[in-house]
């Protein structure tokens, strides 16, 4: 059968069908493969971004808790900065009330000492007064009672370093 132009129906079919052929064999042998590999290899770096997330994450959520950490860690810190300082107080507190003891006692002592003295000087002159006087009144003598004093006096010195 023969069309005018020269067209033959038949090649055309049969070029149609190589065109069909050769579409569904590149399809089977090339576009399914390809695209499978893409789809994997889509899959992958899907999963490779899910875990570097999770990780991220996981990282984001660690920094939270040494964060959380590091400040409790300064809040005890504080804290114990606090107590040392506050016993550091009392323990000078303590150390000033007993210094205060300490001087207020010694401060008694040194006045009952300073009365004990006094009064026994006080009694030692009245007891020199009275033995002159007794020396004084014991010897008649010519001498001026002052005079006789003074020499009673030079003597009680004599025998006293000796």
Request: no cysteine; aromatic share 6%; net charge negative.
């Amino acid at each position: 059968m023969n069309i005018p132009l020269n067209v033959d129906w038949q090649q055309i079919l049969l070029h149609w069908m190589n065109l069909v052929i050769l579409t569904g064999g590149l399809y089977f042998l090339l576009y399914k493969p390809v695209k499978q590999f893409m789809t994997k290899r889509e899959e992958y770096y899907r999963e490779l971004n899910d875990q570097a997330a999770g990780k991220l994450q996981e990282a984001e959520r660690l920094k939270a808790e040494y964060q959380a950490r590091l400040d409790g860690a300064e809040e005890e810190i504080h804290q114990a900065r606090a107590k040392a300082q506050q016993a550091v107080q009392q323990s000078v507190e303590e150390q000033m009330a007993t210094a205060r003891q300490i001087v207020a006692r010694a401060q008694a002592e040194a006045e009952h000492s300073r009365e004990r003295v006094l009064k026994e000087s006080q009694r030692e002159l009245r007891e020199l007064a009275a033995a002159a006087v007794k020396k004084l009144t014991a010897q008649p003598g010519s001498m001026d009672p002052f005079d006789q004093f003074l020499n009673l006096a030079e003597e009680g010195e004599s025998h006293e370093k000796q």
